[in-house]
């Protein structure tokens, strides 16, 4: 469940209309097996879904006629759920990381986070590059600039998705691995 504020948000649920709550007077009705019934009435689709004791389940309604199908609704929804799950797993996150920079950094410290900058292009993870500038560092813009753009070189053959660029007292990059 995430959390907004101070309330928990119940995740949306997708909810299908089933046997007598469909309200739609003719469907186009399909079997278990994915075979065309045709189009039917209302009474006739709930009817030939009694007698083969499954429910009439609306799968599409803004179609014209709206789509019917027969099936057992449990089962109909044990499927949809696998479905997510399998189409979850197929997706990776690319997340973000961040990496801090100050602009006296030391030589061991700057050849540190490279290779830690490193290691996060090559797991396939965007990297967003801050340097901070603080009280009287702001005047040296130039070296914060040279400093980034020095970090990126070392990187090797990536991609710039945002140039550095200051926001504020903070000089950003965003980097890419080049595919």
Same mark, same amino acid.
């Given at each position: 469940?995430?959390?907004?504020?101070?309330?928990?948000?119940?995740?949306?649920?997708?909810?299908?209309?089933? !046997?007598?709550?469909?309200?739609?007077?003719?469907?186009?009705?399909?079997?278990?097996?994915?075979?065309? &019934?045709?189009?039917?009435?209302?009474?006739?689709?709930?009817?030939?879904?009694?007698?083969?004791?499954?429910?009439?389940?609306?799968?599409?309604?803004?179609? !014209?006629?709206?789509?019917?199908?027969?099936?057992?609704?449990?089962?109909?929804?044990?499927?949809?759920?696998?479905?997510?799950?399998?189409?979850?797993?197929?997706?990776?996150?690319?997340?973000?990381?961040?990496?801090?920079?100050? &602009?006296?950094?030391?030589?061991?410290?700057?050849?540190?986070?490279? !290779?830690?900058?490193?290691?996060?292009?090559?797991?396939?993870?965007?990297?967003? &590059?801050?340097?901070?500038?603080?009280?009287?560092?702001?005047?040296?813009?130039?070296?914060?600039?040279?400093?980034?753009?020095?970090?990126?070189?070392?990187?090797?053959?990536?991609?710039?998705?945002?140039?550095?660029?200051?926001?504020?007292?903070?000089?950003?990059?965003?980097?890419?691995?080049?595919?």
């Amino acid at each position: 469940m995430k959390k907004s504020g101070r309330f928990f948000q119940r995740p949306k649920r997708k909810f299908y209309f089933i !046997n007598f709550r469909i309200e739609a007077p003719t469907l186009r009705i399909i079997d278990s097996q994915g075979k065309q &019934l045709g189009i039917l009435s209302k009474q006739e689709a709930l009817i030939k879904a009694q007698q083969l004791d499954e429910d009439l389940v609306l799968i599409a309604p803004r179609a !014209n006629p709206p789509v019917a199908k027969i099936i057992d609704f449990k089962k109909f929804l044990y499927q949809e759920k696998k479905k997510a799950q399998i189409s979850k797993k197929g997706v990776k996150k690319s997340a973000t990381k961040d990496i801090s920079l100050s &602009l006296f950094i030391c030589p061991a410290d700057f050849e540190r986070l490279v !290779n830690k900058g490193i290691g996060f292009i090559k797991a396939g993870n965007q990297l967003r &590059l801050n340097l901070l500038l603080k009280g009287r560092e702001i005047i040296k813009k130039d070296m914060a600039f040279s400093l980034l753009t020095k970090y990126i070189s070392k990187l090797g053959q990536v991609n710039i998705s945002k140039q550095p660029r200051q926001e504020g007292r903070v000089v950003r990059a965003v980097i890419s691995k080049k595919k």
